[in-house]
């Protein structure tokens, strides 16, 4: 048996594309190391959104190249965005890796592997579509949390965004796909199921010539197995009133909303290829408002796109305020190759930059701490993911934290809970953004 090291890398989407290779992997005979070292093989998945995903692949290359040369390992498989990205000069930059896939080429990682094992050079870029988004996966997450994903690629060719060059089209998997995926994923012992696209609300366009997002929904809503159904990537201007009215009228399809606007100014929207402005934003959020009860907010802020203005910022930070998103998460324009943004006139300076990043994680913070106190006293269904040593308390999420990228509930117990029990806390106090609470019982 081949032994496999695997690092994954970058987004949930990325690492589902992970779980079907490992499952791949499992079927044809290669064990499975939880470390790299002294592997094999080694398997690196790279991301290649943004700069710092880009710096962070290639750290992890150069590492595992570094324990190859000292004999630690032995083949090396580098496949995922970085690679598809950069094909043209990556074999050139590692001539030590010994197998490149690109994304369309997942389906190969069992023939990848063995060239690498034999030390045999092999690289594979098929279509981007070819990308291979649905079949046997090793579960890589925390039971009982699990990831599914609903469709691959994108068409909205946002300017600044390198998504559709590195995944290709923008493509649905089917309504029956799907739901047999979440009932094996339930059966596993899966109880929050977390829906995930580049653009979910985009869900069905391609190959039932509507938006089906809420017809799939209700469906999943109908395997009572799953506690809490998260949905992620929600397109502002594709969040119609029906989407709204499934998630309002079931109750495991929890009141959190995960909407990236980006930025709020029509003139910056209009130059990042994206639609609206502040009034339709504010708008879209009050439907919401009004339509999920107690309903809870991401979104993901970029700031310094070419030719934003102090006006511009303004318009974006007053929003902000006015909208009271209570997760905000925010980051600095990138320049990507080969899109249109990275050659837009009236660059911003990476000061200017950073103040306005700076300035909107202060009103995030701000915000975040306004609306966790209102939440003392209260109740708050948890799922529980560890206890922390240090401050010798359990800790897990409510129905208001993704995984990764929101804050968690701290909690003290007289009775030790179970590790993915659902558990009920009294919250009694409060940081920057997260919660404190006791124990109430176990639901």
Request: aromatic share 8%; with cysteine; hydrophobic share 40%.
């Amino acid at each position: 048996m081949i032994k496999i090291g695997f690092i994954h890398l970058g987004c949930a989407k990325n690492q589902i594309d992970s779980e079907l290779m490992l499952a791949l992997l499992k079927q044809n005979d290669c064990e499975l190391l939880d470390e790299y070292c002294d592997a094999d093989v080694v398997v690196i998945n790279t991301c290649g959104f943004i700069e710092s995903a880009k710096v962070e692949a290639i750290e992890n290359i150069v590492e595992v190249i570094a324990l190859k040369n000292e004999g630690r390992v032995g083949g090396i498989v580098v496949c995922g965005c970085l690679s598809e990205r950069y094909k043209e000069e990556i074999e050139e930059q590692f001539p030590e890796v010994d197998c490149f896939l690109g994304t369309g080429s997942y389906k190969s990682i069992v023939t990848a592997v063995k060239a690498a094992y034999n030390k045999t050079k092999y690289c594979e870029f098929a279509a981007k579509e070819a990308h291979i988004i649905e079949g046997d996966r090793i579960i890589t997450t925390q039971l009982p949390t699990a990831y599914i994903k609903i469709s691959e690629g994108c068409d909205n060719c946002c300017s600044y965004c390198a998504i559709p060059l590195i995944r290709g089209k923008f493509r649905s998997r089917t309504i029956e796909s799907i739901v047999a995926e979440a009932k094996h994923l339930a059966s596993i012992g899966v109880r929050e199921l977390i829906v995930i696209a580049q653009d979910t609300t985009r869900y069905g366009e391609d190959i039932y010539n509507k938006k089906a997002l809420p017809e799939l929904l209700q469906k999943l809503a109908e395997i009572r197995e799953f506690v809490w159904i998260r949905v992620m990537y929600l397109y502002p201007d594709r969040v119609t009133d029906e989407l709204l009215y499934v998630i309002a009228k079931n109750d495991n399809i929890i009141n959190y909303i995960e909407m990236p606007i980006q930025h709020a100014s029509g003139k910056i929207l209009k130059d990042m290829n994206r639609m609206g402005n502040e009034k339709t934003l504010l708008a879209t959020i009050q439907k919401i408002r009004d339509t999920i009860p107690n309903v809870v907010l991401r979104t993901t802020i970029m700031v310094g796109f070419p030719g934003e203005t102090e006006n511009d910022f303004e318009i974006l930070y007053e929003f902000l305020k006015k909208a009271n998103i209570e997760k905000i998460g925010a980051f600095t324009f990138s320049p990507e190759e080969n899109t249109k943004a990275a050659t837009m006139p009236n660059q911003i300076d990476d000061d200017t930059k950073q103040r306005r990043y700076e300035a909107v994680m202060d009103l995030a913070e701000t915000i975040s701490i306004d609306n966790l106190c209102k939440r003392k006293g209260q109740t708050l269904t948890v799922l529980v993911e560890g206890y922390d040593k240090y401050i010798k308390s359990y800790f897990g999420r409510s129905y208001m934290d993704a995984p990764e990228i929101d804050g968690k509930v701290f909690f003290t117990a007289k009775n030790p809970p179970n590790l993915g029990d659902f558990v009920l806390v009294t919250i009694d106090d409060y940081d920057n953004y997260d919660l404190y609470g006791k124990l109430k019982e176990t639901v």
